[in-house]
T-cell receptor, first 113, second 111 residues
Framework: DGGITQSPKYLFRKEGQNVTLSCEQN?????MYWYRQDPGQGLRLIYY???????QKGDIAEGYSVSREKKESFPLTVTSAQKNPTAFYLC????????????FGSGTRLTVV | GIQVEQSPPDLILQEGANSTLRCNFS?????LQWFHQNPWGQLINLFY?????KQNGRLSATTVATERYSLLYISSSQTTDSGVYFC?????????????WGLGTSLAVNP
């Protein structure tokens, strides 16, 4: 079955460490997105990519980096510059020309210890 | 930027009851979506509805674009409807796939 796979489900980071969250899709979708969700909040856009080898900053890109070397993969690195990284991270994708059909992964819960 | 306000913030229902969730937005939009996030965090796209009315089973949605609001109706609620319902929009100017999210309505359906 097609879908988006995020890994790991839970991740613990020490202060000063970089960590990378994985997002892989087999839906042949062109556009991929990374969102951050804090408790009781809506989603905020970190980065998005509409085609391979291209990506754009979202509203809260500081302290994060991404790459899009393959259509299927859009990893997110949370760098040590992100001062408050504890949150729930969601990856999404959408394909074709339509605006419906957003598909989300099951999320990664990142905790700083 | 565009503001998205959802109401009520919290809702508790008895199984079988009906409910209406509201989403107000502050500017014209070319994309409006309703999502459901289950208690384990999984988000599901319910409706793409920048205008008009759609129905899918017990759920239906109506967007009145000229008055800048959308409504999500849940009929005969079930415990599996519990979770958070989000409204997300894209303003007319700019990338119509870049969504701005409301804070959600947290729904608990009790058996």
């Amino acid at each position: 079955d097609g879908g988006i796979t995020q890994s790991p489900k839970y991740l613990f980071r020490k202060e000063g460490q970089n960590v990378t969250l994985s997002c892989e899709q087999n839906l042949n979708h062109d556009a991929m997105y990374w969102y951050r969700q804090d408790p009781g909040q809506g989603l905020r856009l970190i980065y998005y990519s509409q085609i391979v080898n291209d990506f754009q900053k979202g509203d809260i890109a500081e302290g994060y980096s991404v790459s899009r070397e393959k259509k299927e993969s859009f990893p997110l690195t949370v760098t040590s510059a992100q001062k408050n990284p504890t949150a729930f991270y969601l990856c999404a994708s959408i394909g074709g020309q339509g605006l419906d059909g957003y598909t989300f992964g099951s999320g990664t819960r990142l905790t700083v210890v | 930027g565009i503001q998205v306000e959802q109401s009520p913030p919290d809702l508790i229902l008895q199984e079988g009851a009906n409910s209406t969730l509201r989403c107000n937005f502050s500017d014209s939009v070319n994309n409006l979506q309703w999502f459901h996030q289950n208690p384990w965090g999984q988000l599901i796209n319910l409706f793409y509805i920048p205008s008009g009315t759609k129905q899918n089973g017990r759920l239906s949605a109506t967007t009145v674009a000229t008055e800048r609001y959308s409504l999500l109706y849940i009929s005969s609620s079930q415990t599996t409807d519990s979770g958070v319902y989000f409204c997300a929009v894209s303003p007319n100017a700019g990338n119509n796939r870049k969504l701005i999210w409301g804070l959600g309505t947290s729904l608990a359906v009790n058996p």
